[in-house]
């Protein structure tokens, strides 16, 4: 069965500090990888997605860049961090294929930016 | 944006009664999907209907799609203090998936 993990689950960083949140996905291969950031209270905002190793499509211009050195492996980066940039990080894959199919989680990472 | 909407917001309900939250949506679509987040959780999936259906069953979930006023709605019957949580609705263009706003139901016991 497939898995995914996403870490840290929390951090607290500094106005200015650097950014690395991964996700990895066990148990399958070539799967579609999303990146989505969810402010308090709010839905959810499609950040990046991958459909395979090095491409990367961007969906929100902003000071956030991932990347994806492996097959299974999603990386969320900041160079500087903003106070805009507190929320709740999502990581999320699905099978590879057009025209349809459900997204599988990770259980989140909560960034507090002071 | 391509995101859609969730009506109402905030849904309050006996236990035992039925919830009923609807979804807007913008733009054409392949399939629209229903997810369920417990407070500070991932998300879940659970339920898909294709843009050529239009009514959709799983145990106690009921979804309908008209994609003629680009609109879904769930029905959540006989509820239970454990269907507490938010529910989003999600569209898909070939590989974006894009969120609505969602509808957070309280179910009191």
């Known amino acids: 069965s497939q898995t995914i993990h996403q870490w840290p689950a929390t951090l607290v960083q500094p106005v200015g500090s650097p950014l690395s949140l991964e996700c990895t996905v066990e148990?399958?291969?070539?799967?579609?990888l999303y990146w989505y950031r969810q402010a308090a209270g709010r839905g959810l905002q499609l950040l990046f997605y991958?459909?395979?190793?090095?491409?990367i499509s961007s969906e929100v211009p902003q000071n956030l860049s991932a990347s994806r050195p492996q097959d299974r492996q999603f990386i969320l980066s900041s160079k500087k961090l903003l106070l805009s940039d507190s929320g709740f990080y999502l990581c999320?894959?699905?099978?590879?294929?057009?025209?349809?199919?459900?997204?599988?989680f990770g259980e989140g990472s909560r960034l507090t930016v002071l | 944006s391509q995101q859609g909407e969730e009506d109402p917001q905030a849904l309050s309900i006996q236990e035992g009664e039925n919830a009923t939250m609807n979804c807007s949506y913008k733009?054409?679509?392949?399939?629209l999907q229903w997810y369920r987040q417990n407070s500070g959780r991932g998300l879940v999936h659970l339920i898909l209907?294709?843009?050529?259906?239009r009514e959709k069953h799983s145990g106690r979930l009921r979804v309908t799609l008209d994609t003629s006023k680009k609109s879904s709605s769930l029905l959540i019957t006989a509820s239970r203090a454990a269907d507490t949580a938010s529910y989003f609705c999600?569209?898909?263009?070939?590989?974006?998936?894009?969120f609505g706003t969602g509808t957070s139901l309280t179910v009191i016991p």
């Open positions: 991958s459909v395979g190793i090095g491409q």
């Open positions: 733009t054409s679509i392949n399939n």
């Open positions: 999600a569209t898909d263009a070939g590989n974006q998936f894009y």
């Open positions: 148990g399958t291969s070539n799967p579609n």
């Open positions: 999320a894959w699905s099978f590879f294929r057009a025209g349809g199919g459900e997204l599988f």
């Open positions: 209907i294709r843009s050529n259906e």
